[in-house]
């Protein structure tokens, strides 16, 4: 039979994903032992759930669910809740040498930003949480364990419905990039964009893939300030300038930028040499910029 997390990976969507982690958490004995028959071998009228094509079939009076067994009906319509919550949600695939604190009592992470979260093993862990709120997140875990945890941290968004590439598939491919670094310390490999893992050569050969963990958290504290010194229409302003080309057009459009900015602004871009930055980690920065709060306190 199927272990809670063989049906994670049959997730579709990250809202299926949201959607399991919490039935898993409220009530895994349901999930895992209710269902003790195969379903009957499909025909027009029964059998086998659409959705794993394990379990049978949910009996009438359902009606919307009928092509589903219990438990996919209870994902389906978790996850018809969860859609907008897990857009702005990142998922995160743990591979370290011991799980951190609140998963080594085996209570799950009591937090309230932790949306979900699973520990098929010892030193394996999933957990999706608000992209907000990685940063803060990621900071008390490299502060409370220092350099006792080691090992790789993957985080990536989440996928929609309907797409060729379901939430399952982009999280097996992580679990299959797990072991790719000795565990020497702890490392993060960051993706803007879940289908990132399928081709993710080409994001790192632009150099803004694997970090180490207190480097990747520097990268999300300059775009907190970045997020916090400059207006959003002078970031977007500034993406644009960043793209042009021609040297005597960019010096022309850099010093009127510069006139549109307050000192504060001007001095952390001189500070940064942001002009000089490769493309790559301009756009990493963009990138991260989504991933921190404005005006945060934390
Ligand atoms: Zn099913």
Redesign the pocket.
Known sequence: MLTGFDWLRRSQSGAELLATLRCLEDDSGLLLTDETQLGAPHSALGGT?R??W??PRRPPPAEDDLF??R??TLIRAGAARLGPLSRKSIVIWGFVNQLPRQLQRGTGFQDSRILGSFAPDDNRFLLMMHRLQLKPWLRELVIYHGPDLKGLIQIFPTTGSGGETGMGDVLCRAISHEAGFAMDRLRVRFYSDPYQIMRMRSRDLEGILNFDAPEFLNLLEMAAVFRNILRQEEQEMLYELLAVQDVGEEQFYWGRFLGYLNQEAKDMLNAWRIRQWPKEQVKLLYELRDHVVFSESD
């Open positions: 759930c959705r794993c394990i379990y589903y067994c438990f996919c």
